[in-house]
């Protein structure tokens, strides 16, 4: 299991609508609006990198107004 948090820039006054769209991805198991550069940050349960990257790429850099990602993958210590 592959646990990573994503930072997700938008255009301003669209984060209700995206993080509408995102709370149906599955993976993503947290969602919160923040204050800042980003607008939003998510943790994503992916099997592996590659099933994040297809997340990443192919589900949350298609929605529309979405302008940005940082995707940050965590490290247990």
Known sequence: MVEVFVLITCDYGE?????NELSKIKEIK?????EGPYNILIKIDG?????IKEIVTGEIKT?????HTLTLKTKTV
């Open 63 to 67: 929605i529309d107004k979405i302008r």
């Open 30 to 34: 947290t969602l919160s609006k923040i």
């Open 15 to 19: 984060e209700e609508r995206i993080i």
């Open 47 to 51: 099997e592996n990198i590659d099933n």
